[in-house]
C-alpha cells in the first residue's frame, strides 16, 4: 500500500515536473495574463489621475485554433478595481458602442497582445491600500494585484 503510494506520488510528481520544462507538452488552455505595475503611485490630496500603462497578452496553448468572440467591440478588454474584500472601487466606463459582434481565430501556440492605459480616479484609488484589477480580454478572466504608495 505504501510502496503504491509512493509510486503514485513520483508518477505525478514526474509527469508534472517534464510538463514544466516542456519536455512533455500538454494543453494548457486559453491563458489570459498581463503585465503592468504591482506599486502605482498617488498624492495624498487625491488631485491627479492615476495612469497605469498595461499590456494584457491572450495565448492559446493548445494544438488547435480557437474562436474568439465578444458581443460589442466595447467587451474586448473590460477591468474592474476591487478592493482586497471583493468591494467595488472603480469599472471602465461605459462607452456607446457599436452593437455588432466582434470575431477572431487565435491560432495554436500563438500569443495575441494588446496594450492600454487606464486612468484611476485619485478621489476612489487611496495610497497605503491594496486592490485587485480583475479584467477580461476576448472574454478570458484574470486579475492582478497592485498596491499604491503616496509620492509625498
Known amino acids: 500500500m505504501v510502496r503504491n503510494t509512493l509510486l503514485i506520488v513520483l508518477l505525478v510528481g514526474g509527469i508534472g515536473y ?6 512533455l507538452p500538454i494543453d494548457e488552455g486559453v491563458i489570459v495574463s498581463l503585465t503592468a505595475p504591482t506599486t502605482l503611485y498617488a498624492s495624498a490630496e487625491g488631485t491627479q489621475e492615476i495612469v497605469v500603462p498595461l499590456e494584457v497578452h491572450l495565448i492559446n496553448k493548445t494544438s488547435s485554433p480557437v474562436e474568439i468572440e465578444v458581443p460589442t467591440p466595447c467587451k474586448i478588454f473590460r477591468w474592474i478595481v476591487l478592493t482586497p474584500d471583493n468591494e467595488f472601487v472603480q469599472s471602465a466606463s ?7 459582434a466582434v470575431t477572431g481565430t487565435l491560432q495554436p501556440n500563438y500569443r495575441l497582445d494588446d496594450q492600454y492605459k487606464l486612468t484611476l480616479d485619485p478621489r476612489r484609488i ?22 499604491v504608495e503616496s509620492v509625498n
Open 94 to 100: 461605459e462607452l456607446d458602442c457599436p452593437q455588432d
Open 18 to 23: 517534464l510538463a514544466d520544462r516542456g519536455i
Open 126 to 147: 487611496k495610497p497605503g491600500r491594496n486592490y485587485r484589477l480583475r479584467y477580461s480580454f476576448w472574454g478570458y478572466e484574470n486579475s492582478h494585484d497592485f498596491s
